[in-house]
């Protein structure tokens, strides 16, 4: 029997699986995401289910549906070990990827099996018909996968796992999800200076709920930390290196809270232990960047031995390098090599650096900007050229979206005018920049002041002229 294409398409876009719940690629990269998977597999049993369903949509992702195949019976084997129970249940993201993997290898009979295997599970667990259905445990895998994808994924990540709290509000995996989403969000809307939602309250639930769990102990003392609760913070620390001394996920966590603190020896110490674990780790080659990178400004405050301050250049390079090839779309790390670089006084391979990643595709507008700020201070403290910083800190603040970046960039650029201006070295131009500056941040008093004076500077200037023209229109 030929089974109809579209209708099975229609199908296969009802179920709930990795792949209709638009997890994209050019988010991740794929080769780190895979390596954060096993290493989690390795190290966490407990989410295996979750983890192959996800490794086998990755593997999709880089055209290897046998290997994606071979992770889904891995799944499978994890379901019925765990749930012998309830398998149908707990198998319901499995079969849809299956089914959807089947699909994209042409093999449409299998295909159907798989789609029909949900549609029946749901028909015996729901009333409603369709085979949509909404179970708890179908939300927070989802909520997982999109914690997987990265700070666009984090809102609705959030969402999914207030779903799943609805039925089951004590449920500690659900609430764990909970409070990771939440971390998440506020970590990156703090670099972004956005307002948040504190996270505090759900990282002490899910704590309590999961006293095991030194993941999220670890995200609570973080918190704390940035709460300038420093030292309740690290109690939490302390107590997490007694019940697991061992387990990566939780070390790398403990690193960043001492490197945060200024104890990079400490954190240096971890970090280089959990690197002997998992030696691909993305975010764990991105910390001992830091962390060396903190060295090299700290040599710079005191005498250090020229080939000591060479070996940390060389060391920070290397793990930085290595961040931006497994992952390159982790555009703040193309900063943090290129000041590296600067620090070096390889002045030419930090405007490198910064010409790759300004040239990226999708760079989204609050990194492009952080960048310019970067690229700007490069220009400003490195190169020693006002001009320049100048004209990249003005890049940074022409662009529309209200980020962290737009903030330092606008701070900056005003200080570096005012400055220039008050020493009796600014000219029209400066002034005139700055009433940009001023009119771009909404301050149309002060932005008149400065187009009249740099007017009265430089009379035959039309660029002045119609923008004072406007202001003055617009009041």
Known sequence: STISKDSLKTSLLQLECHFTWTLLKKHVGVEALEETILDHIKFVKEYSITDYNILSYVCHLKNSNEEALSNLRKAEEAIQKHHPGEIARKSLVTWGNYAWIYYHMQRYEEAQTYVSKVENTCKELSSTAHGKIQLPEVYAEKGWALLRFGCNYFERAK?????????EPNNPDFNAG?????????????RYGEERTPCLEALKRAVELNPRDTTILALLALKLQRLGRGNEGERYIEEGLQKTPDFPVFLRHAA???RKKGEVNKALEILKKVLALMPNSVALHHQLGLCYRFKIIQSKKRYTPQEEVENLLQLAIFHL????????MF?????????????????????????EVLQQKDLPCGDKQEIYFNYGNFHHFHMKSESEAIKYYMEGLKMEKDSYGRKKCSEAVEKLLKQKIQSGLGDATDIGTLGLVHNLNGKKQEAIECYKTAIALDPNNEEYQNALFELQLSI
């Open 331 to 355: 555009f703040s790390a193309y900063c943090d090599l290129a000041n590296v670089y600067a620090l070096g006084k390889r002045y030419e391979e930090a405007e490198e650096i910064f010409q």
């Open 178 to 190: 909970y409070a990771i989403a939440m971390y998440r969000l506020e970590d990156h809307a703090e």
């Open 159 to 167: 969402d999914c796992f207030e779903n799943a709290l609805k039925s």
């Open 321 to 328: 390098k290595t961040v931006i090839d497994k992952k390159p």
């Open 256 to 258: 960043n809270f001492y």
